[in-house]
């Protein structure tokens, strides 16, 4: 799918007909010299529906909103093939060389850079969370944000540690509230034209998720990633989704611990799945306020 969205903005979809998650969102800025932001996947189809999108004008960079095989696959290939440089943040190096062994990125790119795409010009705003070095691009003038995987048309990103981190998500996500924004083009999923009523959404599904994960630990003790993970969802989870839910359970226990309002047992023990997670007595105490309506009781002396 190709669908110009304003004068040299081009939305492009090369994985169309696959769901939202298979098929991400890629943006082609510019007239004579081009910019696409993120690359999709390595596959021949897409690489060519990408081509064919630039009509033969110069592809002059590929912009990375982060480093996953969605949204950074194909970029290596097309800069062969177009001799576009890839751009990303310095913090995604690690993943991509993880990933794609010896593919590099060729400029690193800063918060607060501002890039001339062909007549629009786009500023990096650093949002970690999701990854570690995501960025999103803001189009000022248009009060147009690319969002990659901060924000999304529908659902919500995956945060899973050590790549993700829950509490720079959610930073990331009150960065981009404070943005003056009308429109959003996420890397998957419908345009978003509400972004203040989206983005609160997506803070609000994460609030609740946290207060669901206290009220499972507060009813049960303490408890494994998975006993936690299996309780949050009534024991009905399918077992090929476990894993991903596991994965967010383990980015919020993460906030909750570096907030002094969980603790897991062993202390020492390094494997995640065999630690015991509960509350510490004071979240103890207001989880049961929440969740009971009883007031903390003072402490005896």
């Not at 189809?45 to 696959?73: K, N, Q």
Request: aromatic content about 6%.
């Amino acid at each position: 799918m190709i669908a110009a969205l304003l004068p040299g903005l081009v939305h492009l979809v090369p994985e169309a007909g696959q769901g939202p998650w298979q098929a991400p969102n890629l943006y082609l800025l510019g007239r004579d010299r081009l910019t696409l932001i993120d690359s999709g996947y390595d596959r021949e189809p897409s690489l060519e529906a990408i081509a064919a999108a630039t009509g033969g004008a110069r592809l002059e960079r590929i912009v990375l909103t982060h480093g996953h095989l969605d949204h950074a696959g194909g970029a290596w290939k097309l800069r062969e093939r177009l001799g576009a440089e890839v751009w990303a943040h310095r913090a995604e190096e690690p993943a991509i060389a993880r990933r794609f062994g010896r593919r590099r990125i060729d400029r690193f790119l800063e918060d607060g850079e501002r890039i001339d795409a062909g007549g629009h010009i786009l500023e990096t705003v650093l949002t970690p969370g999701h990854a570690a070095g995501h960025l999103c691009l803001l189009l000022r003038q248009e009060a147009i944000l690319l969002s990659g995987d901060l924000v999304t048309g529908d659902g919500s990103s995956l945060i899973v540690p050590p790549e993700g981190n829950l509490r720079d998500y959610l930073d990331s996500l009150r960065r981009v509230q404070a943005l003056p924004l009308k429109t959003i083009l996420p890397g998957h999923g419908p345009i978003v034209y509400e972004p203040a009523v989206r983005l609160r959404e997506l803070y609000q599904h994460r609030e609740l998720r946290e207060l669901c994960i206290a009220g499972c630990l507060l009813r049960g003790g303490a408890m494994t990633l998975k006993d936690l993970t299996r309780a949050m969802y009534y024991g009905l989870i399918h077992p090929q989704l476990e894993g991903v839910a596991m994965g967010t359970a383990a980015a919020h226990l993460d906030k909750l611990i570096a907030e002094g309002s969980a603790a897991f047992e062993p202390a020492d023990e390094p494997d995640v799945f065999k630690r015991a997670y509960r509350l510490r007595p004071a979240a103890a105490a207001e989880a049961e306020r929440i969740f009971i309506g009883r007031e903390p009781q003072p402490t005896k002396r």
